[in-house]
């Protein structure tokens, strides 16, 4: 069994910042696909960002691209989300998501192991 146990989330105003945390425990291996969705009400979830933890590559949804930064520390089996210029339609409940390897990093379909979620409101 896999745990994600997602922290960090929390309000801000337009243009602060937030760091989301997932951390990894249970059976699962260093190599595996990471992914940050949100969900805001109302609306379908969005795939954010992804990060294969084995070689460290990254891929972003346009919306994100130069403001998210999602990075990894394998030792500690955590992911992050580094959210900057943060916009009101950043506001939603954002969830962690895990692959086991073989996975990939598009972010147009489900995962097999979720969080609980944490929520990031943006305020304007």
């Known amino acids: 069994q896999v745990q994600l146990v997602e922290s960090g989330g929390g309000s801000v105003q337009a243009g602060g910042s937030l760091r989301l945390s997932c951390a990894a425990s249970g059976y699962i291996s260093s190599r595996k696909c990471m992914r940050w969705f949100r969900q805001a009400p109302g609306k379908e979830r969005e795939g954010v960002a992804s990060i294969y933890t084995g070689s460290g590559s990254t891929y972003y949804a346009d919306s994100v691209k130069g403001r998210f930064t999602i990075s990894q520390d394998n030792g500690k089996n955590t992911v992050y989300l580094q959210m900057n210029s943060l916009k009101p339609e950043d506001t939603a409940m954002y969830y962690c998501?895990?692959?086991?390897?073989?996975?990939?990093?598009?972010?147009?379909?489900?995962?097999?192991?979720w969080g609980q979620g944490t929520q990031v409101t943006v305020s304007s």
């Open positions: 998501a895990a692959d086991r390897y073989p996975c990939a990093l598009r972010l147009d379909m489900g995962a097999s192991y």
